[in-house]
């Protein structure tokens, strides 16, 4: 009996320890070179982070490839075909013409183009399992459109805050909840705030919240759903430097021992000033 129970507690002991080794930890990371200008996206694969950063010194221009180590170091590596990277730009092209916006869809060698909504400005654009997600700005409200894989446009949405805000990239779960990251615009202090929300399925705020440094910009490019929660990564200022900013929080925006960051205030529609840590 002894016995047994021995091996139970050993085998759960094993089971504990491979679950750390092999899970994604919440973090707050910086990644860039001294006095240089550096900004990335980061891509979870295998239990890895990848981060894909370019670093600019006046007119030079650079791409370095990072590994997160188990060590919690990033190390360069030849990696260059990360996932997703170059899917958006051979399939889906945002093509502005002279009285339109079309959206380019290219697929089992037939290619289609749905014309966008004119009222909006567009940028950038998301790829889901469902859904192409085509996302823009009206004046200074974050926007979006979603079209389906065959080309039908489902809905489109708005984010109606009061101060400037931009979303710059969506991920969609299994049950159509959506997770936003982008930035917003301090009009106090005319600074930018990392920022990341999350809609329900019938586009209902559930959370909205900002990351960063107190002062200067801090901006989101890219979230990706981890077994683990959420990976976003962009640019931050801090210490006087423009570097590649990484975080990786739960599903409800939360990471490490920060109990709560600040959230913006939707049906008050003005930032809660909370400090920052």
Known sequence: MKNLVFINFLLLGCITLYAQQNSLPYFEEWLGEPNQYDDGVAYYMDNHVFVKSVSMQGSKTKTVFYERKNTKQYEKTEIVNLPYTNEQDTKYMILPLIQATYLRIEQKNEVKSVILPEKAIYHSISVTEKHIFVIGNIDKSAYFVCVDKTGKIEYEHTFSYAHHNQVKSIAEDKDGNLYCAGYIEQSINNTFDAWLAKLSPQRELLWSKLYGTDKGTDEF???????????????????????TYILHTDLDGNFGSIASVPEYSYMNKKVLNIPKK
């Not at 890219?222 to 990976?231: A, E, F, K, N, S």
């Open 221 to 243: 490019y890219r979230v990706q759903i981890t077994p683990y929660g959420l990976l976003c990564s962009g640019l931050t200022y801090r210490n006087e430097n423009f570097d």
